[in-house]
């Protein structure tokens, strides 16, 4: 089992930052990547980054590539989702996410953390 808690939302005005953080307790040395995901009112749930747990390699969406940035610090099994020159359209509910090197599947989720881009 892994445990994810995300914290650091708010409300920011547009080219305004933010940064979220995602605790990450239970079965770590299982992880694979820890992505994150929002879903605005409406719409799907998708995933916006990931990082691969052991290398720190990073993947990003062409929507936030070049303004988010994702990191992490294992001594503190913390993720860092750091938003930059936000937008409107960032407003979402986002969300962090383990896959474990088991199933590879995303089945571990936090409880998201609501983000509000005013313009």
């Known amino acids: 089992q892994v445990q994810l808690v995300e914290s650091g939302g708010g409300l920011v005005q547009a080219g305004g930052s933010l940064r979220l953080s995602c605790a990450v307790a239970?079965?770590?040395?299982?992880?694979?990547?820890i992505g994150w995901f929002r879903q605005a009112p409406g719409a799907e749930r998708d995933i916006v980054a990931k990082?691969?747990?052991?290398?720190?390699?990073?993947y990003y969406g062409d929507s936030v590539k070049g303004r988010f940035t994702v990191s992490r610090d294992n001594a503190k099994n913390t993720v860092y989702f750091q938003m930059n020159s936000l937008k409107p359209e960032d407003t979402a509910v986002y969300y962090c996410?383990?896959?474990?090197?088991?199933?590879?599947?995303?089945?571990?989720w936090g409880q998201g953390t609501q983000v509000t881009v005013s313009s």
């Open positions: 996410a383990a896959q474990t090197d088991v199933r590879f599947t995303w089945d571990y």
């Open positions: 239970g079965r770590t040395p299982s992880i694979y990547y």
């Open positions: 990082i691969h747990w052991r290398d720190g390699t990073t």
